[in-house]
């Protein structure tokens, strides 16, 4: 071996040492998780002991059953979440979509610390055959960071789209369907410049999504659900109030996604499921994302004034952007 091929090959192998993906090293905390509680298709992987333990006030167990409060309360929202979104809305649970089918047969959930209320990963835990949702250890019990992470899996089955202010928007509004009430909204974008403002937005995103789900109702924005899993703490179901509007514009806007994601794909050269983060969160998307809604609104054939205003600012807005 030369003198130059070898400088070559040990370069390689440190470049291999460095850079290898991040998520294959993501779990490194995994082995420390010595507990875990399966309900249902959830996985829950905590401990008691050491610097990923549940704090001492979330390891009660006021019912003994070797489970603390803390966990069984996650899981209990977790099983709702999929009962209600899956058997009554009739979204396409995430393990059961092409994505992620094949690879994968539970959801785990890990508690550790992090620095937000929770996270929910598109990429497969292999070794586990998972899909991964990380909660902090310190959520208050009234929390609905584990629905609101569960319609992220959702969302990811659906699609590779992952703008922001479609998925965060969205999430919002499914944690309506656990809230008193129905959420807030605004009057839709009517110009190109409040799209474009739109798109920019994350977590205020929400009083759009919310605004489409009110307009587009045909249900009264309420639903019948056989409520079966409750709050360990207040004794309440997780389900208050059986309120929640759009679930079928919704669902029809993520079916949406998939036609025109396979377009995407097809334009910029992708592998069906293989784009890079940057690709599933690039401004690029938002068109296409604007355009499943369009048609969306304009399969009801409602002729409500603010709807085809909305409309008709998506085509403008389609119209300059495919000329730039």
Known sequence: MTKKSGTQMRFKILFLLLFTPCFLSAFSYINTLDKVYKQNEFRIYYTLE??????????????????????????????????????????????????????????DIHLIPIKVNGAAGDVVYEKNESLVMKLSLTLIPSTLTPVHEFFHLIQYGYSMFNNRWQMEGQARWAEYAFRKGTGKHKKLPSCI???????KTIYESSYFWERIAFLSDKSGCSFNHKREYKNIFTDKFWVEDEKLCGVDIIKNILENYQRYDKEVAKLYGFTQYGWSEKEQKSPNNDLYILLSIRDALKSLQNKNTEIIDFINAINRYKSITQKE
Do not use: C, M, W
């Open 193 to 199: 410049q409040e799209i474009k403002e739109l798109t």
């Open 50 to 107: 050491g610097k990923n333990a549940l704090p001492k006030k979330n390891q009660t167990d006021l019912n003994q059953n070797s489970v603390p409060d803390y966990v069984e309360n996650i899981a209990n929202q977790l099983s709702e979440s999929s009962k209600l979104f899956i058997e009554t809305f009739g979204f396409v649970h995430p393990l059961q979509q092409p994505r992620f089918k094949d690879k994968a047969k539970f959801i």
